[in-house]
């Protein structure tokens, strides 16, 4: 389309072909030219008409102003507006004629706003009667050219140029006039010819319109790519938008983005002004000042429209590379589905291209990964008495559910519903009604739906909890330990609550524990996480890993930490830490503790055998089974302490046949319980023909209760035969009692 606008005054008319409007008894035209014939009063006075041009387009007028301009005698002449009455706030842009400078310069005007873009030459107009003629250009980026020939001498001077795009539109064109009494009738104008193109005005961006889809955090160690930082937006939308005045924030620094139209299907990399060199063989790039810094393990990264609306965040995380190598530096983070507008830390990856990154093209891993499955309810917590969080695994709809979509037993009474923050993860009750203590609580939820409407799994809509209470030492014990993964897999830890409270994890901790002191902290949760009683819980920096190293994983019982401590394949430490920094417990282990009868223990978890007994003792730990495939994340240990079935002042042995390495369990305990502790224990195991074959306690001092384990080996390390044995079980105190017990045994073998 094309639009143009024509008028001579030939006809002697400016009220049709075309139609001016305005202050219409305040014009006149006079020998073929529009006159000012207002009264002789201080007054303003417009005319406009409608005007569309806008883009590639031509302003030129003639005016004749027959006295000498000054602050309160000038005219603007008005190349687009957004309305029709000039005197009023608009949008658009004028030149003005006159003002105390005496000049013809271009402006944009922002409602009562007027701003100077073009500054033309101070004291042109500085005559007792001015004739002149304008030309204005416009292109479709928004440069923006100024010429002027005062005193028609047929030639155009160039006053100025430009580039301002923040206006696309334009509806009316027209001209106004400030006089005094004496300058009422003393504004002339002729030969207005208008020409170029309509821009027919896009509808503002809406949220994911331009999206994220690379991200530059951490450039050190080089790959190929310059070191330098940057971020790559994309429009997925099926309109060009120009991102002058838009924002990039991180919430510390703020960046003003320059004029760029961004069209349908198109990337542009922004960086820091002072790096754009580093790229210049990257055509659609932007260098912005005050480009914020990306911290290498994560950041919060908001781009907003010019009023201020989030168009696109993201708050990404070095754990989304899913790769320890490449999050050390040297490669980009990149979007895998740019369809998938909900997906968070599970539609992004580490970059494939062998540069490291795909700066302004195509991603790398470019796939189609949509969003079809629900959301979970993860965890619900009682943040006080008043207020009860439940957390989902991903981004909800932004529509609030009703009170009928919770249920809880016992009934409580819902006072408010809100999105416990902007992640849009949890949802806040509160109530009216005071949360109880030592009272269990469920809640079913229903008519919950993710970012994508798909609607909640129905295996994950119910949660329980109760007031946390305070954790006290060995409240929560270490349970299992994978120190030694094979070089696929991922080491974890599992603890287990093994108290009657309700704990709340939140800035809990994982640490080393040596010379009888916790070293540095590492976060297990920076958010509440409530531990029911009886829970298990494994923490591992790669729940994914995890699953698909050992199938059986528990994958609900999982918590996906940054970092735990690191732990060596032969001797270390490992501790928990409350949010106070108590420590609840600890346990050193060793490669030792590994069943000898195992010939490679890569892969091979430390099951814990009895929560009665104490954590660092060595015979309460053992190399988990092979048929539970070496690890048993999340659940009952393959080694779990069966209940004691020992009646007081007696030994008993569980089983009495076993069969070491590949049974379940694969060794036998044998239990004791006596009146008092402090006896002093020796314990052998003898064969058939009466030859000791292990010694398993020597002058051991024992508890009340407990029990000594054999694992079916002898004493030069070797497996005991298939046969019957007796275990030689004798005590004795400080004042000379002594008790003797004998019992059988059978070692078995699978055929």
Not at 49 to 56: G, K, T, V
Not at 559 to 573: F, H, M, R, T
Request: with cysteine; net charge negative; charged share 20%.
């Amino acid at each position: 389309m094309f639009a143009q606008v024509i008028d001579s005054f030939d006809d002697s008319d400016f009220l049709s072909n075309p139609t001016w409007s305005g202050n219409a008894t305040k014009f006149s035209v006079t020998n073929n030219q529009l006159k000012l014939q207002a009264p002789a009063v201080t007054d303003a006075a417009y005319l406009s008409l409608p005007s569309r041009a806008i883009n590639d387009a031509s302003w030129e007028f003639y005016t004749h102003l027959a006295f000498n301009t000054s602050s309160t005698n000038y005219v603007r002449v008005y190349l687009a507006s957004s309305q029709p009455d000039l005197s009023d706030t608009l949008s658009g842009y004028f030149v003005m004629l006159g003002n105390t400078a005496d000049e013809i310069s271009l402006y944009k005007q922002s409602g009562s706003t007027r701003t100077k873009i073009i500054d033309g030459t101070d004291g042109k107009l500085n005559l007792a009667s001015a004739e002149a003629k304008v030309k204005v250009t416009r292109d479709a980026s928004g440069n923006w050219q100024l010429y002027s020939d005062v005193g028609l001498t047929g030639s155009y001077t160039l006053e100025g140029s430009a580039t301002d795009a923040q206006y696309f539109s334009s509806a009316y064109f027209g001209v106004y006039c400030n006089y005094t009494a004496t300058r009422s009738d003393k504004f002339y104008f002729d030969d207005f010819v208008v020409s170029g193109k309509p821009n027919i005005p896009p509808a503002p961006p809406t949220h994911k319109d331009i999206i994220f889809t690379e991200i530059f955090a951490d450039p050190s160690p080089r790959v190929e790519l310059p070191e330098v930082e940057y971020l790559e937006i994309y429009n997925r939308g099926a309109e060009a938008f120009n991102l002058a005045g838009w924002k990039l924030t991180d919430g510390t620094s703020v960046a003003t983005l320059p004029l760029y139209t961004l069209a349908p299907n198109s990337y542009v990399l922004l960086v820091a002004a002072s790096s754009v060199a580093g790229y210049n063989t990257t055509e659609n790039i932007l260098g912005l000042t005050s480009f914020p810094s990306l911290n290498n393990t994560g950041d919060k990264i908001v781009l907003k429209y010019k009023d201020g609306i989030t168009i696109d965040s993201v708050n990404y995380s070095d754990t989304w590379y899913k790769s320890d190598d490449k999050k050390e530096g040297g490669w980009s983070l990149e979007l895998i589905d740019p369809a998938n507008i909900c997906g968070e830390e599970n539609n992004w990856a580490a970059s494939e291209d062998e540069t490291g990154g795909t700066p302004g093209k195509q991603n790398s891993v470019f796939a189609n990964k949509p969003d079809l499955t629900g959301p979970k309810l993860v965890a619900t917590v009682p943040v006080n008495t008043a207020q009860i969080l439940l957390q989902f695994d991903e981004k909800l709809s932004g529509v609030l559910p009703d009170q009928s979509s919770f249920d809880f037993r016992p009934a409580v009474n819902i006072q408010s519903i809100a999105f416990a923050d902007g992640s849009l993860r949890g949802i806040m009750l509160s109530v009216s009604d005071s949360i109880l203590s030592n009272t269990l609580y469920t809640v079913t939820v229903k008519d919950i739906y993710d970012c994508n409407a798909n609607t909640i799994q129905n295996n994950f809509t119910s949660g329980e909890f109760a007031l946390p209470e305070d954790a006290e030492s060995l409240d929560i014990k270490i349970n299992e330990i994978l120190f030694n993964p094979r070089p696929t897999g991922t080491d974890f830890i599992e603890i287990v609550n093994t108290s009657d409270k309700f704990l709340n994890l939140k800035d809990w901790s994982l640490s080393t524990f040596e010379d009888n002191q916790a070293g540095q902290p590492y976060p297990i949760a920076a958010t509440d996480f409530l531990l029911k009683p009886g829970a298990y819980l494994v923490l591992t920096e790669d729940a994914d890993i995890l699953k698909g190293e050992y199938p059986q994983t528990r994958i609900e019982n999982v918590l996906e930490v940054k970092d735990i401590p690191a732990l060596s394949d032969d001797d270390g430490s490992v501790a928990i830490l409350t949010d106070a920094k108590q420590v609840v417990d600890h346990f050193s282990y060793s490669k030792e503790y590994h069943s000898a009868f195992i010939k490679d223990v890569e892969g091979v978890s430390l099951e814990r055998i009895s929560f009665t007994e104490p954590t660092n003792d060595r015979n309460n730990w053992k190399s988990a089974s092979t048929t539970s495939g070496y690890a048993t994340p999340g659940f009952i240990n393959s080694n779990s302490h069966t209940e004691s079935i020992v009646s007081s002042e007696d030994v008993v042995v569980s089983p009495e046949i076993f069969t070491p390495g590949t049974g379940q369990p694969d060794f036998t305990e044998i239990q004791y319980k006596f009146n008092q502790g402090g006896y002093v224990a020796n314990v052998k195991v003898f064969d058939a023909n009466g030859r000791m074959i292990k010694e398993l306690a020597n002058n051991a001092l024992l508890g009340a209760e407990g029990f000594i384990r054999w694992d079916g080996d002898r004493e030069d390390g070797s497996r005991a035969r298939i046969g019957y044995y007796m275990v030689w079980f004798e005590v004795f105190d400080t004042a000379g009692t002594v008790k003797t017990f004998r019992k059988r045994l059978a070692v078995a073998s699978r055929f």
